[in-house]
């Protein structure tokens, strides 16, 4: 994000503060659609997604007033979304492993599929090996490389240490390798 996005946000952020209504309703334009996305990446369900952006909203708004650092607020808003996403996958769990194994067969039917490219393959291979690492690696993955957050922003996110976000990235890269050099000797 850039500065002037950050300084912007923080004047919103200032102005809810002190009670205008307005500039509530442009910050919630402005981070709306991230927040969405964000839920997404752990709920992989669009309705589920807006109902958790939604519910953290109302947790934002109730709470804007007591952030004394109006510069975090994208990582404070993301560690909400962030929370209450697990809270929803923690609800959603039975759910989930049952979806979860009908995409697995989707995917195993795909990758016979000759409509696929090379590079279509290539991604569904990657997201699949991503897909078996545990969750807060996935994480780190996710908002170092998608979002493009910096190790010290993630660890606010996550409420984690920059050492541990490094080591998570780490070890995630590593299984990785290991996961895809595998994959490309089955072949």
């Known amino acids: 994000m850039t500065n002037t996005n950050k300084t912007f946000d923080s004047l919103l952020v200032l102005q809810c503060q002190s009670g205008n209504k307005k500039a509530a309703a442009i910050l919630v334009k402005r981070w709306h659609e991230k927040l969405c996305k964000q839920a997404y990446w752990y709920s992989k369900d669009i309705e589920a997604s807006k109902d958790i952006a939604q519910d953290s909203w109302s947790t934002i708004l109730l709470k804007i007033h007591h952030l004394k650092d109006p510069n ?18 923690r609800k959603n769990k039975k759910e989930l492993e049952h979806l979860n194994s009908y995409s697995e067969n989707l995917y195993q039917d795909s990758m016979g599929d000759d409509t696929c490219d090379k590079d279509d393959r290539i991604m569904i291979v990657l997201k699949k090996a991503i897909k078996t690492l545990p969750s807060d690696q996935q994480m780190v993955l996710h908002l170092f490389y998608l979002e493009g957050y910096s190790v010290k922003q993630i660890g606010k996110i996550a409420n984690i240490s920059t050492g541990t976000v490094k080591s998570r990235l780490f070890t995630a890269r590593e299984k990785l390798k290991l996961i895809l050099k595998s994959k490309n000797h089955e072949k």
Do not use: C, N, Q
């Open 72 to 89: 975090s607020f994208g990582s404070w808003a993301l560690t909400i979304v962030t929370r209450k996403s697990y809270d929803w996958l």
